[in-house]
């Protein structure tokens, strides 16, 4: 009899060391859990702050503006598409450009469809003095639309400057610099094309 009041002693004690162990190894875990809740929420706070500092910066330094915009979107105003001879002496080579000006004015807008027929003319002659080759690269492309943004505009009596680029030589380029012009600023912000065939 005597050794089963020791067993019965024994069980307990191994149960109430179960228990601890569980109980420890819970709060372990809970600690854990917290600590790393706690360096998460630390690490998004301080992410927080960064992004606001970052803001504050961007509200600090101004943005550069490209184009300032307008209370209006754009007018658009299509050109027929024109079909023109070119210049090449080798072979008959013939193109087929579909042409639109943008502006930003529709008043402007208004007034280009009533000197159109002038407008028409110029870029036919500048259409007409290209050869396939000058038509057929990018910076080919990008000068006619220059030189169509100078014509389209010179029947209202606005000037645009020819490219720097091409200067005459010699003392033609000496006058040249001498003769300086006010930049204008032209009404047709871009020329767009909407169809371009060379054949």
Avoid: C, W
Avoid at 1 to 23: T, V
Avoid at 41 to 54: Q, T, V
Avoid at 122 to 146: D, F, P, Q, W, Y
């Amino acid at each position: 009899m005597a050794n089963a009041p020791a067993a019965e002693e024994a069980a307990p004690k191994g149960g109430g060391s179960k228990k601890l162990i569980i109980i420890l190894a819970a709060v372990l875990v809970l600690v854990l859990v917290g600590g790393a809740a706690a360096f998460m929420l630390l690490k998004k706070k301080a992410h927080a702050e960064d992004g606001e500092e970052g803001a504050e910066a961007a509200e600090v330094a101004p943005k550069p503006k490209a184009h300032v915009k307008s209370d209006h979107p754009p007018t658009f105003v299509p050109l027929d598409p024109f079909t023109v001879n070119l210049a090449d002496k080798d072979v008959d080579r013939f193109a087929q450009i579909g042409v639109t000006l943008q502006v930003d004015d529709p008043k402007f807008a208004d007034q280009i469809k009533a000197y159109m027929p002038a407008i028409r003319s110029n870029v036919l002659m500048v259409l007409s003095h290209k050869t396939a080759v000058e038509l057929l690269t990018i910076e080919g492309k990008e000068k006619l639309a220059r030189d169509i943004m100078r014509e389209s505009v010179r029947p209202m009596g606005i000037e645009l400057d020819d490219d720097e680029d091409e200067a005459p030589a010699g003392d033609a380029a000496k006058k040249k610099k001498k003769k300086k012009r006010v930049r204008v600023e032209s009404p047709v912000t871009q020329v767009l094309f909407s169809n371009f065939i060379v054949q």
